[in-house]
């Protein structure tokens, strides 16, 4: 019987050169040939995604032919930029800083933001911090439903349920923030007529944990087929520096840190790696449960989640309908 | 209150088209209500009937169908009308998220 570890390393494992070896063929193509792209264009986030598809497009356009964009703004951490530098320096591949807190104080984002989130915390104001949470899907069979934990001046916390219109408020109004910088990245691809490159993994593209017509778009998307787990071991490879593969996944979107987890999936990615693995491959709960380490009834709430997850995604996946 | 609560979701969520919705239909099986939904769901019965519903009833034995909710409805008021009797200002204060 195979223990634990090899079964889960067994699951998810990829052969890192042969991978990149076919993911570099296929952007040349793609962005070549079908696109017919000069080069590729990259929101570089200081996370991994990023810098693994900014390492990929380097090495499959040559690294005269990439642009990565560092795109902060007011909530952003100040480690996203100096990782994504980083990420950039070590490739020699051409930058830009654009700075997109004027953009979204113009569009009224922060304003917006923070009117939705008096709608239940009415003393939010200045020097306050916020983060949106789910609860983990270890809190029993509850419904996910969303608080919001603000942080006042003098560090007082607080985490208060959200109505629907303040949820829907504070989403609506954040999503600018993806969507600024998709308008930022089309911006210079049409410039030097590149092909802008989206950086989602196989767990948040077919979980929706994505803005449509925000970080959703993209001209190719060359890691969209793999688990998060296979990015990591791709970046390992390809020598991403060590802090940024360190580095816990964070949304950057507000102003409390946040990690995806407790925004978005739940649980941490590698159980939910195996969970979509296991759902997507007809893998019992019982027969994961055992081989993963997690309860049954974990792994049956995961695929539950994902189920649901995916109902929701539909929308977010949909392009334009039109009249056949 | 049952049929209420099937006008809403109806209203809200099968906009309108209420052919084949039972009142033993599971929201969450069937598709109808996301967690944006159940919020929305939950602060009309809120609102309607008067309870507060805690982060911990936020589960589907209370709120997964319309026959659940109008039972989980009914023990909140029961519960609500005891523990108003007995403490009615500690109620409403510990009632709040």
Same mark, same amino acid.
């Given at each position: 019987?195979?223990?634990?570890?090899?079964?889960?390393?067994?699951?998810?494992?990829?052969?890192?050169?042969?991978?990149?070896?076919?993911?570099?063929?296929?952007?040349?193509?793609?962005?070549?040939?079908?696109?017919?792209?000069?080069?590729?264009?990259?929101?570089?986030?200081?996370?991994?995604?990023?810098?693994?598809?900014?390492?990929?497009?380097?090495?499959?356009?040559?690294?005269?032919?990439?642009?990565?964009?560092?795109?902060?703004?007011?909530?952003?951490?100040?480690?996203?930029?100096?990782?994504?530098?980083?990420?950039?320096?070590?490739?020699?591949?051409?930058?830009?800083?654009?700075?997109?807190?004027?953009?979204?104080?113009?569009?009224?984002?922060?304003?917006?933001?923070?009117?939705?989130?008096?709608?239940?915390?009415?003393?939010?104001?200045?020097?306050?911090?916020?983060?949106?949470?789910?609860?983990?899907?270890?809190?029993?069979?509850?419904?996910?439903?969303?608080?919001?934990?603000?942080?006042?001046?003098?560090?007082?916390?607080?985490?208060?349920?959200?109505?629907?219109?303040?949820?829907? /408020?504070?989403?609506?109004?954040?999503?600018?923030?993806?969507?600024?910088?998709?308008?930022?990245?089309?911006?210079?691809?049409?410039?030097?007529?590149?092909?802008?490159?989206?950086?989602?993994?196989?767990?948040?593209?077919?979980?929706?944990?994505?803005?449509?017509?925000?970080? /959703?778009?993209?001209?190719?998307?060359?890691?969209?087929?793999?688990?998060?787990?296979?990015?990591?071991?791709?970046?390992?490879?390809?020598?991403?520096?060590?802090?940024?593969?360190?580095?816990?996944?964070?949304?950057?979107?507000?102003? #409390?840190?946040?990690?995806?987890?407790?925004?978005?999936?739940?649980?941490?990615?590698?159980?939910?790696? #195996?969970? #979509?693995?296991?759902?997507?491959?007809?893998?019992?709960?019982?027969?994961?449960?055992?081989?993963?380490?997690?309860?049954?009834? #974990?792994?049956?709430?995961?695929?539950?989640?994902?189920?649901?997850?995916?109902?929701?995604?539909?929308?977010?996946?949909?392009?334009?309908?039109?009249?056949? | 209150?049952?049929?209420?609560?099937?006008?809403?979701?109806?209203?809200?969520?099968?906009?309108?088209?209420?052919?084949?919705?039972?009142?033993?239909?599971?929201?969450?099986?069937?598709?109808?209500?996301?967690?944006?939904?159940?919020?929305?769901?939950?602060?009309?019965?809120?609102?309607?009937?008067?309870?507060?519903?805690?982060?911990?009833?936020?589960?589907?034995?209370?709120?997964?169908?319309?026959?659940?909710?109008?039972?989980?409805?009914?023990?909140?008021?029961?519960?609500?009308?005891?523990?108003?009797?007995?403490?009615?200002?500690?109620?409403?204060?510990?009632?709040?998220?």
């Amino acid at each position: 019987m195979k223990t634990q570890p090899t079964i889960v390393s067994d699951l998810l494992h990829l052969d890192a050169a042969a991978e990149i070896e076919r993911i570099t063929g296929w952007i040349r193509e793609t962005v070549f040939h079908k696109l017919r792209r000069k080069g590729a264009v990259i929101g570089v986030s200081g996370g991994i995604d990023s810098a693994v598809v900014s390492c990929l497009c380097a090495r499959a356009l040559g690294n005269n032919r990439v642009l990565t964009l560092f795109m902060p703004e007011a909530d952003s951490s100040s480690d996203s930029l100096r990782l994504g530098r980083m990420v950039t320096e070590s490739l020699n591949v051409k930058s830009m800083l654009e700075d997109i807190s004027p953009i979204l104080t113009g569009a009224r984002c922060y304003e917006r933001r923070d009117a939705s989130i008096r709608l239940v915390v009415p003393e939010y104001g200045d020097g306050y911090r916020c983060k949106i949470v789910l609860p983990g899907l270890l809190d029993g069979s509850r419904y996910a439903i969303f608080s919001i934990v603000v942080q006042s001046p003098d560090g007082q916390t607080k985490k208060v349920r959200l109505t629907p219109e303040a949820y829907l /408020g504070i989403v609506a109004a954040t999503n600018f923030k993806q969507r600024v910088r998709k308008m930022m990245e089309y911006h210079h691809a049409d410039l030097l007529q590149y092909a802008v490159a989206g950086t989602p993994n196989l767990l948040e593209y077919d979980q929706g944990f994505f803005v449509k017509n925000g970080d /959703g778009a993209a001209d190719f998307k060359p890691i969209a087929h793999l688990y998060k787990s296979q990015v990591y071991q791709l970046a390992a490879y390809l020598g991403v520096p060590e802090e940024i593969r360190r580095r816990p996944p964070t949304t950057d979107t507000y102003t #409390l840190e946040q990690s995806q987890e407790e925004f978005y999936f739940t649980l941490p990615y590698e159980q939910m790696d #195996l969970c #979509l693995y296991g759902k997507d491959h007809g893998i019992s709960a019982s027969d994961l449960a055992h081989a993963c380490g997690m309860t049954e009834d #974990l792994v049956e709430r995961a695929y539950h989640m994902i189920e649901s997850k995916r109902k929701v995604a539909r929308y977010l996946h949909m392009q334009s309908i039109t009249i056949d | 209150m049952l049929q209420a609560i099937r006008r809403f979701v109806i209203d809200n969520y099968l906009f309108g088209e209420d052919a084949k919705f039972g009142n033993e239909d599971s929201f969450m099986e069937t598709g109808i209500i996301d967690s944006t939904g159940i919020l929305e769901l939950v602060r009309f019965v809120e609102s309607t009937y008067r309870i507060k519903v805690t982060d911990e009833e936020f589960i589907p034995d209370n709120l997964d169908s319309v026959t659940k909710l109008v039972s989980f409805i009914h023990a909140k008021q029961s519960t609500s009308v005891q523990t108003d009797r007995e403490t009615p200002v500690q109620f409403a204060e510990s009632s709040l998220q």
